[in-house]
């Protein structure tokens, strides 16, 4: 069965720090992948996705992502935190392409300190 | 993109009753997926509704329960029956569009 992994339920970074959100996945076929964000009491906005093509993907408020298969994996970085980047993040993976359901990793919770 | 209406937003049921929830797309779509997001959890898929046919559900979920309608290709609705306090979460619907998948607002149910 396909998973999504995310280490750390719950990171936190100094303002301005670089923030890193690790995700692995198990896949036997490259699925197409995404980051999503979920402020409290808010629904889930789209991060960034990986579907083909470049592997180094950008999305918005300044994430990006890379794609490396030969580690599975699709960790989630910013070069400087800012106190509005504290939120849920949550890593996805689609395995049947545009044509099924996410699977979602159990989420990490970033504080961002002052 | 798809732009999904969701409602109610949030609702505080009494234990025993049942709620249905609502979810209208922009567009036309094939699949639309029901999510469960428990509190401090992460989203669980709970089934996927085909107009047409009956949805179809992932483990752990059942008609008699959680009992959904896909009476055309841009509404369902999911109701959750003979509700308890661990049905309390928040429900998410969600649909396909392109290579993206877009979220309905969610509604978030408190049992008690």
């Known amino acids: 069965a396909q998973s999504v992994t995310q280490l750390g339920s719950h990171v936190s970074v100094s303002e301005g720090a670089l923030v890193l959100l690790r995700c692995n996945y198990s896949?036997?076929?490259?699925?197409?992948l995404f980051w999503y964000v979920q402020y409290p009491n808010q629904g889930l906005q789209l991060l960034l996705k990986y579907t083909t093509g470049a592997t180094l993907v950008k999305g918005i408020n300044g994430f990006e992502a890379e794609f490396k298969k030969s580690e599975t994996s699709f960790h989630l970085t910013k070069p400087s935190a800012h106190m509005s980047d504290a939120a849920e993040y949550f890593c996805a993976v689609s395995p049947r392409g545009s044509q099924g359901n996410l699977i979602f990793g159990k989420g990490t919770k970033l504080s961002v300190k002052p | 993109s798809a732009v999904i209406s969701q409602k109610p937003s949030r609702d505080i049921c009494q234990r025993g009753t049942s709620l249905t929830i609502q979810c209208q797309v922009d567009s036309q779509v094939t699949m639309m997926f029901w999510y469960r997001q428990q509190p401090g959890q992460s989203l669980t898929l709970i089934a996927t509704a085909n107009q047409g046919s009956e949805a179809t559900y992932e483990s752990g979920f059942v008609i008699d329960k959680f009992p959904i309608s896909r009476p055309n290709l841009t509404f369902s609705t999911l109701t959750v029956s003979n509700m308890s306090p661990e049905d309390s979460s928040i429900y998410l619907c969600s649909v396909n569009w392109g290579t993206e998948a877009f979220f309905g607002q969610g509604t978030r149910l408190t049992v008690v």
């Open positions: 896949s036997s076929v490259p699925p197409y």
